[in-house]
């Protein structure tokens, strides 16, 4: 599965999040944003704890999948839970292509990315606003996605942080080959400066699935962040 993904992300891409579906249509709406031309599908995890709500699990995961697969997707999930390491090799089973944890959850980051890589999917690392940007320095070749919080995670809908892009700009050198991914505040009047930055992957939830015609909103995202 993280060949898929590996070779998904060698392009700029605009990774619909879930979140801010439509649950009693899940289906529908992740064959919208696929239409339109998405191909990573972002999952978001939480668990009540490293952040107050409680959203989806591996069960949905699983009901998602194939669906994503079978259109030639991935899927990218966002585990912003305590103790990630318990539960990364259910994610990988229910389908998951990369599976990011964030580095202030666990004091096991470096062993956390091996684990995540011999289960088969790429490995992410996730930095929250408040988290500088050298906290991944000393994971630079274990990861494959760096993913910079825009957003304090927990809700969608939340106002994009300004100073973003900068922090984005000085993750740019410490990262190696990994993708910069960010995720919070992304829609058409923000993308642009992300991706100038040295962001490539451009996670989108309230701004696409919040929008009268979904597919409108992922184009104009994607034209914005020159992403396919």
Known sequence: MSERMWELIQSPRVAPSILSADFAKLGAQVSEVMD???RVIHFDVMDGHFVPPITIGPLVLGGIADQVHDAGGAVDVHLMIAAPERQIEEFAEAG????TFHEEATPHAHRTLHAIRELGCLAGVAINPGTPPDAV???RGLADVVLCMSVNPGWGGQSFIETSPAKVERLVPLVGEAKIEVDGGVDATTAGSLAAA???LFVAGSAIFGAPDPAQ???DIAAAAGAV
């Not at 998951?96 to 599976?99: K, P, V």
């Open 36 to 38: 339109a031309g998405a």
């Open 96 to 99: 998951a292509d990369s599976i």
């Open 137 to 139: 320095a000393e994971l």
């Open 198 to 200: 040295g962001a490539s």
């Open 217 to 219: 909103a992922y184009a």
